[in-house]
């Protein structure tokens, strides 16, 4: 059992930059493929970013590639989700998530935090 909590979400301009972290209780977050989603009012929780146990591999949508970066500290048990020339259309609640593989699927993913809500004003 993985308990995951994110943190760092909140109000931001267009352009401006925010950091994610996601903190992992219970077991140890380097047996698992980890990933970040995002949820709009009135939309389907979509992917944004994977990272691979050791770090070592990222994937992203094509939406944020560029612009955001996942990494981790297993050290640490934590995840980060660096989020730069955030957007309007970034606005959404942010979770992360903890799975056996990384992959950009949502039902892959057995773990999840409650969520940190992202704003972009214009």
């Known amino acids: 059992q993985v308990q995951l909590v994110e943190s760092g979400g909140g109000l931001v301009q267009a352009g401006g930059s925010l950091r994610l972290s996601c903190a992992a209780s219970g077991r140890t977050l380097s047996s698992y493929g980890m990933g970040w989603f995002r949820q709009a009012p009135g939309k389907e929780r979509e992917f944004v970013g994977t990272?691979?146990?050791?770090?070592?591999?990222?994937l992203y949508a094509d939406s944020v590639k560029g612009r955001f970066t996942v990494s981790r500290d297993n050290a640490k048990n934590t995840v980060y989700l660096q989020m730069n020339s955030l957007k309007p259309e970034d606005t959404a609640v942010y979770y992360c998530?903890?799975?056996?593989?990384?992959?950009?699927?949502?039902?892959?993913?057995?773990?999840w935090g409650q969520g940190t809500q992202v704003t972009v004003s214009s």
């Open positions: 998530a903890a799975g056996p593989y990384m992959v950009p699927i949502v039902s892959a993913y057995k773990y």
């Open positions: 990272i691979e146990r050791s770090g070592g591999t990222t």
